[in-house]
């Protein structure tokens, strides 16, 4: 059984920078693809960025790209979301995901409980 435990979360106003961590813990690190999510009020939970189990391999939804990278350190079995020029659409509760396999068309068999990302304008 897999634990993920998200950190980094807060308020930040448009422009600003943030980093998310995910923690991971109960089952080998390195074997499975992992990702991020997003759901803001009164919207579905949307897709933002995946990594393949060795980090060589990454996908990003259109919002994401040129502003969001995600990384993963398989020896200290944490998932990082390093966030760049943050806008108010930004806003939303982030999820960590571990999936079921070593890619992320494998689905997501794990979800963190969430850290609230606010950005202000």
């Known amino acids: 059984q897999v634990q993920l435990v998200e950190s980094g979360g807060g308020l930040v106003q448009a422009g600003d920078s943030l980093r998310l961590s995910c923690a991971v813990s109960g089952r080998p690190f390195s074997s499975y693809a992992m990702g991020w999510f997003r759901q803001a009020p009164r919207k579905e939970r949307e897709f933002v960025v995946g990594?393949?189990?060795?980090?060589?391999?990454?996908n990003y939804a259109d919002s994401a790209k040129g502003r969001f990278s995600i990384s993963r350190d398989n020896a200290k079995n944490t998932l990082y979301l390093q966030m760049n020029s943050l806008k108010p659409e930004d806003t939303a509760v982030y999820y960590c995901?571990?999936?079921?396999?070593?890619?992320?068309?494998?689905?997501?068999?794990?979800w963190g409980q969430g850290t609230q990302v606010t950005v202000s304008s």
């Open positions: 990594i393949s189990w060795s980090g060589g391999r990454t």
């Open positions: 995901a571990a999936y079921s396999g070593d890619s992320i068309f494998t689905g997501v068999s794990t």
